[in-house]
T-cell receptor, first 112, second 108 residues
Framework: DADVTQTPRNRITKTGKRIMLECSQTKGHDRMYWYRQDPGLGLRLIYYSFDVKDINKGEISDGYSVSRQAQAKFSLSLESAIPNQTALYFC???????????FGEGSRLTVL | GIQVEQSPPDLILQEGANSTLRCNFSDSVNNLQWFHQNPWGQLINLFYIPSGTKQNGRLSATTVATERYSLLYISSSQTTDSGVYFCAVENNFNKFYFGSGTKLNVKP
């Protein structure tokens, strides 16, 4: 099993729908991140969390919200999805002592 | 934030050739990582290399932090090396910044 698991892996939805992407990790890391990747571009940070009580906005947080339900779980919500949120979404984790970033397998979201 | 520039943006190689990918960054960093995104979209950790040189099989990486660049070397390339290679740097506030990647196509 993967150390960083994302669900769903693929999702097609319609404009205006609420969508939640979930991430869970078994690495025991304290830090979790949500990134977005658009075709031909690098990854951009949406939100990050350094522990359960810490939530921070990244570069492109507008239109998104997050919840850190436990050290191992970090979910990303799109309250009212729009077509330009169609992208590949990645969850990542790191440990404050080591710093290396580890990614989940990605969630491909299409908003029609 | 830190600007990360990767070059070249695209690279086509014949199987067996060698290549060098470059990552320049605009400020001092705590950490630097190289990733390979395979054709299925998965991001694979290659190197965690804030400074110095590391080798893993046909791949090696060198980071010269004082001059703000890192190099990824691929020797004897194989078709399975195809994909996009990303460089990511971490600043003093534990935020990571990614370059736009180098898209590599290795032809048989």
């Amino acid at each position: 099993d993967a150390d960083v698991t994302q669900t769903p892996r693929n999702r097609i939805t319609k404009t205006g729908k609420r969508i939640m992407l979930e991430c869970s990790q078994t690495k025991g890391h304290d830090r979790m991140y949500w990134y977005r990747q658009d075709p031909g571009l690098g990854l951009r940070l949406i939100y990050y969390s350094f522990d359960v009580k810490d939530i921070n906005k990244g570069e492109i947080s507008d239109g998104y919200s997050v919840s850190r339900q436990a050290q191992a779980k970090f979910s990303l919500s799109l309250e009212s999805a729009i077509p330009n949120q169609t992208a590949l979404y990645f969850c990542a984790t790191s440990d404050w002592r080591e710093g290396e970033l580890f990614f989940g397998e990605g969630s491909r979201l299409t908003v029609l | 934030g830190i600007q990360v520039e990767q070059s070249p943006p695209d690279l086509i190689l014949q199987e067996g050739a060698n290549s060098t990918l470059r990552c320049n960054f605009s400020d001092s960093v705590n950490n630097l990582q190289w990733f390979h995104q395979n054709p299925w979209g998965q991001l694979i950790n290659l190197f965690y290399i804030p400074s110095g040189t590391k080798q893993n099989g046909r791949l090696s990486a060198t980071t010269v932090a004082t001059e703000r660049y890192s190099l990824l070397y691929i020797s004897s390339s194989q078709t399975t090396d195809s994909g996009v290679y990303f460089c990511a740097v971490e600043n003093n506030f534990n935020k990571f910044y990614f370059g736009s990647g180098t898209k590599l196509n290795v032809k048989p």
